[in-house]
């Protein structure tokens, strides 16, 4: 079935430095969205992106949706204690467009040091 | 607007029982999806309810199982308990299923230990 591959698996990184991480799939998505999940909660939609190249920004957060379908990437500028958590990428499998389905990346885990 | 909203936050519960969880949607999604959070296998797909029928099923066994009242709340119920079972339960909701400015939301889980 259709998979997603997050990288980094995870990130240390100084206050203040810039975040990039990204997805991939061998196979083509039609959505991509990204989500940011902290300990004992459940993941908070970030960004949602629905057209090949389209580029998003959420205050420090820009996503951007791959031209050939097949990824996206998530930056986050100048980055703050806060920003320490799990961040997943997902899309709809081919087979179940336009429903609650959803597959997910294994995510990136993001420590930040104050 | 109130989000999603999950019942128990936690549960313990015993190899062979069963377990009722619950979800309130944010008002006006018609859609509701659960999920299971392992450290193992991530986040995957249990089923979809949309306007009281089930729309989607992921892998799992008939052990697990769900429904959706009219006023789209939804409950998942889990039988005979197996160690293997214990997880974060994940609710999430949508206006008609992920699809343009119709994202899935989701709520707090239900963290569900078997012992």
């Known amino acids: 079935g259709q998979q997603l591959n997050q990288s980094p698996q995870s990130m240390f990184i100084q206050e203040g430095e810039d975040v990039s991480m990204n997805c991939t799939s061998s196979s083509i998505f039609n959505t991509w969205l990204w989500y940011k999940q902290d300990p004992g909660e459940g993941p908070v939609l970030l960004i949602a992106?629905?057209?090949?190249?389209e580029l998003t920004s959420n205050g420090r957060l820009t996503a951007q949706f791959g031209i050939t379908r097949k990824d996206s990437f998530l930056n986050i500028s100048a980055s703050i204690p806060s920003d320490v958590g799990i961040y997943f990428c997902?899309?709809?499998?081919?087979?179940?467009?336009?429903?609650?389905?959803?597959?997910f990346g294994q995510g990136t885990t993001l420590q930040v040091k104050p | 607007k109130a989000g999603v909203t999950q019942t128990p936050r936690y549960l313990i519960k015993t190899r062979g029982q069963q377990v009722t969880l619950s979800c309130s949607p944010i008002s006006g999604h018609r859609s509701v999806s659960w999920y299971q959070q392992t450290p193992g296998q991530g986040l995957q797909f249990l089923f979809e309810?949309?306007?009281?029928?089930?729309?989607n099923k992921g892998n799992f066994p008939g052990r697990f199982s769900g429904r959706q009242f009219s006023n789209s709340r939804s409950e998942m119920n889990v039988s005979t308990l197996e160690l293997g079972d214990s997880a974060l339960y994940l609710c999430a909701s949508s206006l008609r299923g992920n699809s343009y400015n119709s994202p899935l939301h989701f709520g707090n889980g239900t963290r569900l230990t078997v012992t």
């Open positions: 997902a899309g709809p499998p081919r087979t179940s467009s336009n429903t609650g389905k959803l597959i």
């Open positions: 992106l629905y057209k090949a190249g």
């Open positions: 309810y949309f306007s009281e029928t089930q729309r």
